[in-house]
Each structure stands twice: as structure tokens, then as C-alpha cells.
């Protein structure tokens, strides 16, 4: 069965430091993979995903993603984190089903990022 | 702007008042899907559609029903409303149903409350 794990409830981090939030896979087949970013009383915004190609995937606000085939996980990364990009964090698995595309969500990371 | 908007943002209401939750999206997508979020759980898909008339069952179907009766709205409707449904709702909709690169564009949310 497919599945998406984070296996971090919360992640924290001094604001200027890296940040890695984990994330590991499991689909039959070539994933498209997704990270989506929820801000308080906001709905899901789409971050970055990973079709095909390059393993090391850019997207929005400095974050980054790293696809590791032998190692099924796309963990998101930053170099610098930002106070404000404390928030809730989604990883996300497409798979075909019946011909439509479904996203599995994992669980979550909160990322607080302190002063 | 393209967007997925929710109504309402919202709701506290008592145990088997009927109720319906409106999603409408204005970028023409096939596919939409209803989600509720619960901590530790991440988001599970309660229904989709992947065109007019064209509705099924998601992961946790029981006590919702939906419709699909125009292209750019998809209500949650909560026959019998029970506590056990007290969550954050989120719609979601996406430009094709074949399994596609693309992710999805959410809603804003509906915080739903039933005592």
C-alpha cells in the first residue's frame, strides 16, 4: 500500500540555522512527490514536487528537496530558516487511482523556528 | 485570481442539525476532493469527483455525502452532523484527472465544530 512517513511531530530550529524536515515513501512505480506548507488559519499552499530528473528539486521561499531513490525519502531542506517559516508541513505521494490523481498526505511536521 | 473558495470559514452547530459546506473553484479543474485534517493524522480524503455527476468514496466516506451537479462546485453536506466529525475541512481541486504532475489548490479551510 502507498504511504507517506514523517516521522518528526515538530521540528525546531534557531532562526539562521539549517532546517531538514523528513519525509520517506511508499508507492509502487515512480513517485511524484510533493511538499505543501500550512500557515495558521490558512489552507495548504504548494511548495515544490518531484516529477523526474534532477534529485535535488528547488521551490518556493529558499526551500529545497532532495529525492533519494535507494533510500525512498524526499526530505525538505533550507540553508538559513526564517522565523516566519515556522508553520505545518505536508509531504505528498501521488499515485494513479482508477485513473485519477491521488495525493497521500503523511502526518505533519510543525516547524518552529525561534528567534 | 485562480482560486478554491470555502464557506464557510466557521461553524459550530449541534448534533444532527444537517449542514452543508460550499467549495467552488473558478479555474475550470475536472477533479475535486473533500479532506479533513486531524492532529496526527495529516489530511484524508473523504470523497472526490473527477467530472460532473462523477463522484466516489475516499478513505473516510462515512457520514458525508457530496454532489457534483456543476464543474466548479462540490458541497460536503453532513446529513446527521455527530461530534466524531469535529475537524478541519479542506477542498481541493486539480486540472485533470489522469496522473499528472500537478498538485493541488486548496481551500482555505472550514473549522467545523459539533457539539
Known amino acids: 500500500a502507498q504511504s507517506v512517513a514523517q516521522p518528526e511531530d515538530q521540528v525546531n530550529v534557531a532562526e539562521g540555522n539549517p532546517l531538514t524536515v523528513k519525509c520517506t515513501y511508499s508507492?509502487?512505480?515512480?513517485?511524484?512527490l510533493f511538499w505543501y506548507v500550512q500557515y495558521p488559519n490558512r489552507g495548504l499552499q504548494f511548495l515544490l514536487k518531484y516529477i523526474t530528473g534532477d534529485n535535488l528539486v528547488k521551490g518556493s521561499y529558499g526551500f529545497e528537496a532532495e529525492f533519494n531513490k535507494s533510500q525512498t525519502s524526499f526530505h525538505l531542506k533550507k540553508p538559513s530558516a526564517l522565523v516566519s517559516d515556522s508553520a505545518l508541513y505536508f509531504c505528498?505521494?501521488?499515485?494513479?487511482?482508477?485513473?485519477?490523481?491521488?495525493?497521500?498526505f503523511g502526518a505533519g511536521t510543525r516547524l518552529a523556528v525561534h528567534p | 485570481e485562480a482560486q478554491v473558495t470555502q464557506n464557510p470559514r466557521y461553524l459550530i452547530t449541534v448534533t444532527g442539525k444537517k449542514l452543508t459546506v460550499t467549495c467552488s473553484q473558478n479555474m475550470n479543474h475536472e477533479y475535486m476532493s473533500w479532506y479533513r485534517q486531524d492532529p496526527g493524522l495529516g489530511l484524508r480524503q473523504i470523497y472526490y469527483s473527477m467530472n460532473v455527476e462523477v463522484t466516489d468514496k475516499g478513505d473516510v466516506p462515512e457520514g458525508y455525502k457530496v454532489s457534483r451537479k456543476e464543474k466548479r462546485n462540490f458541497p460536503l453536506i453532513l446529513e446527521s452532523p455527530s461530534p466524531n466529525q469535529t475537524s478541519l475541512y479542506f477542498c481541493?481541486?486539480?486540472?485533470?484527472?489522469?496522473?499528472?504532475?500537478?498538485?493541488?489548490?486548496f481551500g482555505s479551510g472550514t473549522r467545523l465544530t459539533v457539539v
Open positions: 505528498a505521494v501521488s499515485r494513479n487511482s482508477g485513473g485519477y490523481n491521488k495525493l497521500i
Open positions: 508507492v509502487s512505480g515512480n513517485p511524484y
Open positions: 481541493a481541486s486539480s486540472p485533470s484527472r489522469a496522473r499528472s504532475p500537478d498538485g493541488y489548490t
